[in-house]
C-alpha cells in the first residue's frame, strides 16, 4: 500500500507538471465561498479529478478544482471546494489537499468555511475571522503512525504539536484591520466542529454555547490541525450563513429550518465583501509577515 506522504508527492509533482506557480499561499473555500477563484491572476484550473489520489466533493456547490495563479503578485493555490468526514472520507482524505499544498511550498493556509452562528451577536452574512477551535467531531486529523517527512516548516512534523496559536494572531490582526479599512466589523470567535450532516438540535446548540463555541461547522478543523502539524501558519475565515438550531434571528422564526440552499444564497450575497478582503489580504500575509512567509514569498514567479 502507498503512503500518504508518497501519495501527496505524487500529487504535487503531477500539479507542477502542470502549472509553474509555486504557490505561498494556499486557500480552501468552503460552501458558497468558491467564486473567489474566478479572481485568481493567470489561472490554471485543474479538477480534483484528474490530480492523482485527490478525493471528490460530492456536495453541491463545491466545484471541485485547484487553482493556481496569483492574487496581489502572490503566488497561490485555491482549493474550490472540499471534502468532508460526512461524505464518507476517512481523514486522511479529508486533509490530502492540505498535505499537498504544503508540499508545493504554501506557508500559510487560509480556510474558510460556512457556519452556523452560536453567539447571538451575530449576524446572518457576517464573516468572523477564527480565534481558535473546539474540536467534536470525535477524530483528529493526525492520527495514525507520525509522518515526520511532513515537515515543510523547520520544526514541523512532530508527533506531538502545539494548538495554542493554530490560528495564527498575526493573521487576524492584518484580517481585523484591513476589515476596519474596508469599512466593516470583523470579529473574532471560537469555531465548533461536528461531524453532521444533520444540523445540531437546539439543545446542542444550547450545550456548545455553554463550552465558549460561537460558530458551528462541520469542516476546517482537520485541515488546520494537519496545518499546523507541517508548521503552516493558519488564517481560519467563517461565513455566517445562518444562525444555528434554536437561535433567535432578525426576520426569521427560531423554529425555521436551516437547509443548504440558505446557506449557498448567503455566499452569494456576501460574495463580494468576502473577496474584497481576501484579496487585499493575500498580498499582506506575505508582505507584512513572519520570517517563514517572507520565504514563502521568495516562491512567487
Ligand atoms: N451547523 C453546522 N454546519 C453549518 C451550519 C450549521 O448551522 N451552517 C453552515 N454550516
Given amino acids: 500500500m502507498i503512503d500518504v506522504f508518497s501519495k501527496a508527492q505524487s500529487a504535487a509533482s503531477f500539479i507542477r507538471g502542470k502549472s509553474s506557480v509555486q504557490p505561498a499561499v494556499g486557500i480552501i473555500l468552503g460552501s458558497g465561498l468558491g467564486n473567489f477563484a474566478t479572481h485568481v491572476e493567470g489561472a490554471v484550473r485543474i479538477p480534483y479529478g484528474d490530480i492523482p489520489h485527490f478525493p471528490q466533493s460530492t456536495v453541491v456547490g463545491h466545484s471541485g ?24 472520507y476517512d481523514m486522511n482524505q479529508v486533509t490530502f489537499p492540505t498535505r499537498v499544498l504544503g508540499l508545493l511550498g504554501c506557508r500559510t493556509l487560509v480556510v474558510t468555511n460556512a457556519a452556523g452562528g452560536i453567539r447571538s451577536s451575530l449576524a446572518q452574512g457576517s464573516i468572523v475571522a477564527i480565534s481558535d477551535h473546539i474540536n467534536l467531531t470525535g477524530t483528529n486529523a493526525a492520527l495514525g503512525p507520525n509522518e515526520p517527512r511532513f515537515s515543510v516548516v523547520a520544526g514541523g512534523g512532530q508527533r506531538f504539536f502545539d494548538m495554542s496559536d493554530a490560528y495564527s494572531l498575526r493573521l487576524r490582526t492584518l484580517a481585523i484591520e484591513e476589515a476596519v479599512r474596508q469599512e466593516f466589523l470583523l470579529t473574532e470567535g471560537v469555531y465548533l466542529a461536528v461531524l453532521g450532516p444533520s444540523f445540531e438540535t437546539p439543545a446542542e446548540i444550547r450545550a456548545f454555547r455553554t463550552l465558549g463555541a460561537d460558530l458551528v461547522g462541520m469542516s476546517t478543523v482537520h485541515e488546520v490541525i494537519v496545518a499546523r502539524h507541517m508548521g503552516l501558519e493558519v488564517l481560519g475565515l467563517s461565513l455566517v450563513t445562518n444562525m444555528a438550531a434554536g437561535v433567535p434571528a432578525f426576520g426569521r422564526d427560531t423554529a425555521d429550518q436551516i437547509d443548504h440552499e440558505e446557506v449557498m444564497e448567503i455566499g452569494r450575497r456576501v460574495e463580494k465583501q468576502f473577496t474584497c478582503l481576501l484579496t487585499a489580504l493575500v498580498p499582506q500575509i506575505v508582505f507584512r509577515g513572519s520570517a517563514e512567509s517572507a520565504k514563502g514569498a521568495e516562491n512567487k514567479s
Avoid: P, S
Wanted: hydrophobic share 50%; aromatic share 4%; no cysteine.
Fill in 65 to 88: 478544482h485547484l487553482v493556481l495563479g496569483h492574487i496581489g503578485g502572490v503566488a497561490v493555490a485555491v482549493m474550490q471546494g472540499r471534502v468532508h468526514a460526512y461524505e464518507g
